[in-house]
């Protein structure tokens, strides 16, 4: 039976979890350098369009109609059979419709998360097709997986309460290999670049904080008492987590940054994400807590050994922040907070962690394998990376023959 208060719930999370593309665009074009910020708003502007249509038309039906254990099919495709009525396999109390928008969002944003590892280099043709095809095979497959009817990571009792496998592991091991093929910046080594405007990498992070709520509690997609746990864990482990890296950056180096904040409150919503409707409050405090110092060794120590480049740390922060989220889930999971899941390990119950780490593996090597395959495809079709002469120019204006800005200092 149809309820208000639910729909009205998933509409304005809806629109709290399509405010993050834009939140990352700003979080994302602060930490470029001033010829390329554009560029970067322009892929995030661009996945929002592009990747709307492409969920009506056919990724919707590949992710959630009910089928086999890999993918859903071309039963709802075009959205029919989608109507206002509910469905009760996944929202007894809103319509098919505001479900399936909800769900759009979500995959709107994890194609865009990827744009971090690969920014400054990309090709922006190279770029859409690689984006269309990755949201197809990659994203659409993993999330039938975890939420679909018939998912085999579903059946098997993996627990992902707003997407810290589908979304944060999936498009982290995506970046990670996406920065490997394509390739450092040219003259990374003599000139490091430095973000152009930490203003804009503030405001990101309080857009992605506030759009969130969205993402995390209206993933119980009711106005209900899981939803205000999931909003107050959320809240929690973001503080929890962004006061975590700012301690490690001042015991390390004297000072903290508000750079180091902000990666830390991230690196916390990331976290959260897969438990947030699983696990307490406390719990939550000990997530964001660990999180930040997985997540600053993976970037300030792993990173410049290996001395791969991903430019905006999207492997570092969100696949290293969703594993521990994922593998968390597994630890601190009650039934007191939620008598529908599991109890994790720390409750009792280690088969939950032994299925959070099953289905943290293989989505880990799906999503590796394939990536290679879609970039390999796309760059003997088109190419990937755009020409040194371009790359030293800026995207602003190679790509897109715009310039962010026209008075320069």
């Excluded at 890296?245 to 000072?255: L, P, S, Y």
């Excluded at 660990?290 to 060794?297: G, M, Q, R």
């Excluded at 755009?386 to 026209?406: F, I, K, N, P």
Aim: with cysteine; glycine share 12%; aromatic share 14%.
């Amino acid at each position: 039976m149809l309820n208000s208060g639910d729909t009205a719930w998933v509409l304005i999370s809806s629109a709290l979890v399509m405010l993050m593309t834009p939140g990352l665009a700003f979080f994302y074009g602060g930490m470029v350098r001033r010829k390329n910020v554009l560029g970067v708003l322009m892929q995030c502007f661009i996945i929002l369009c592009v990747l709307s249509i492409q969920w009506v038309l056919f990724g919707y039906s590949l992710a959630f109609h009910p089928g086999s254990g890999f993918w859903g099919g071309f039963g709802w495709f075009g959205l029919n059979g989608v109507g206002l009525e509910p469905y009760a396999d996944y929202a007894v109390t809103i319509p098919h419709q505001a479900f399936m928008i909800f769900q759009a969002m979500f995959a709107v944003i994890t194609p865009a998360l990827i744009i971090g590892a690969f920014a400054e280099r990309m090709k922006f043709s190279a770029f859409l097709l690689f984006t269309i095809l990755w949201a197809t095979f990659v994203y659409d497959p993993v999330c039938h997986w975890v939420w679909g009817i018939g998912g085999w990571l579903r059946n098997l009792g993996a627990l992902d309460f707003a997407g810290g496998t589908v979304v944060h592991i999936n498009a982290g091991i995506a970046a990670l290999i996406t920065a490997l093929v394509i390739g450092r910046r040219k003259n990374l080594d003599h000139n490091a670049p430095a973000p152009h405007n930490l203003p804009f990498v503030v405001l990101g992070t309080a857009l992605l904080w506030f759009g969130w709520f969205g993402f995390n509690a209206g993933s119980a997609l009711a106005a209900n008492g899981l939803a205000v746990n999931a909003f107050v864990v959320t809240n929690t482990c973001a503080a929890a987590a962004g006061l975590s890296w700012a301690c490690i950056e001042w015991i390390r180096n004297g000072k903290p940054t508000i750079f180091g904040a902000v990666s830390g409150g991230v690196a916390g919503l990331v976290a959260i994400t897969p438990g947030a409707g699983y696990v307490s409050v406390t719990s939550a405090i000990l997530i964001g807590l660990l999180v930040s110092v997985f997540c600053y060794i993976a970037v300030s120590v792993i990173k410049p050994k290996l001395g791969y480049d991903d430019s905006l740390d999207a492997f570092g922060v969100h696949c290293v922040g969703g594993i521990w989220g994922a593998l968390a889930t597994g630890l601190f999971a009650s039934k007191l907070v939620n008598p529908a899941g599991n109890n994790g390990l720390f409750f009792g119950n280690p088969k939950q962690f032994l299925v959070q780490l099953t289905a943290t593996g293989v989505t880990i090597a799906y999503a590796f394998i394939v990536t290679i395959v879609i970039y390999k495809f796309v760059d003997l079709f088109i190419g990937v990376r755009v020409g040194e002469r371009e790359e030293l120019m800026g995207l602003d204006l190679t790509q897109h023959r715009e310039s962010a800005y026209t008075i320069l200092e």
